[in-house]
């Protein structure tokens, strides 16, 4: 950490500031970025926490807005030195309609990097995705890939696809001319399968758990190796890159980055299960009882009710065959590369990360402890 004597005089902006990735980034600021004086939080709905962060001696500036809105993303932006741009819609179960998706998390970057072309922010720092890599929709393995290793990156989903226009847009950003003439530096972070305090698809693993009587069912086969990052490190990462890149603008503009840290490579199920298993939930085996092409079968049908009960409700469970296809189809980082740019370490080991978070599902509502 800098010395707190440093001079407090830098403004940072973080859209999606209220999100689960958003607050983690907000807080790792506050605690580790010295040369902070304003923290403007940009989010569409704000969370009530942010009034107890504006005691310190940052000034926490909480702005409700829509990134799709480039007049209110200008205005957020004018004066800020560093854009974290966290905010997006994550939506993989079809909650929300292809057209919403692509206008926030497509109309909304480029919104973001017009705003810091016209207003004279120099320094960008995009929340991508593993999902703009893969894996693709044939299947293919990535396994422990690092940023150059060939992949066939095929999209077809809303998410991913946007994300990639998303992210492309943001690295071609880099380079251009901001108002007062100088370049715009920017980067991208592309965090595997975020866990931690306040990660909702746990959340609902977990009451799904309780419903089931303290069971899940195991719908993919063990080994099949699923990415997952600690929600801290990645905010980690985003703190120490936005740091960096005046300094080494050079090396890190136009860069994507993995995010990575201890977190040992497993299953999506089974590496809940290192959480939710002390929290008083067990994994029964079903490979048996649900054969692969029966949940083939089962997410095809979740699929064809949700087009079918569209005009009634809105019917969005965990599985469809694009969740089906993520989750069964093995996808690991293995990389340095943020190590070597910008001298990231994590700042939480695998015993922490896990440990934090199985506090936080224990704390919660209705525990099965
Ligand atoms: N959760 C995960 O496993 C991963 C997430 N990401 C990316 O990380 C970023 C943050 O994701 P999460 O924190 O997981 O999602 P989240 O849904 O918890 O946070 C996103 C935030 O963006 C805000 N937002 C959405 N639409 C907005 C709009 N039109 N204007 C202003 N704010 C808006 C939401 O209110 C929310 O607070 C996203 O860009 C996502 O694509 C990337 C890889 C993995
Ligand atoms: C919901 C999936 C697990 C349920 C599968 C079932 C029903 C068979 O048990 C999740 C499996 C993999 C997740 C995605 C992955 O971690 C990559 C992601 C990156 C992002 O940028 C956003 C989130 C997500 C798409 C994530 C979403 C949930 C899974 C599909």
Redesign the pocket.
Known sequence: MAESTEVRNLVYLV??G?????EHVVRMLLQREPRLSELRV????LGPWLEELKTGPVQVTAIQ????QAHEVAAAVAGAHVVIH?????DVFGRASPETIHK?NVQ?TKNVIEACVQTGTRFLVY?S??EVVGPNIKGHPFYRGNEDTPYEAVHKHPYPCS?AQAERLVLEANGREVRGGLPLVTCALR?T??YGEGHQIMRDFYHQGLRLGGRLFRAIPASVEHGRVYVGNVAWMHVLVARELEQRAALVGGQVYFCYDKSPYKSYEDFNMEFLGPCGLRLVETRLLAPYWLLMLLAALNALLQWLLRPLLLYAPLLNPYTLAVANTTFTVSTDKAQRHFGYEPLFSWEDSRTRTIRWVQAMEGSAQ
């Open positions: 859209t999606g209220c999100g689960f990735l958003g940009f989010d569409l709905h807005g829509d990134v799709t966290a905010a997006g819609l994550v926030v909304g929340t995705s593993m994300k965090p399968g975020i």
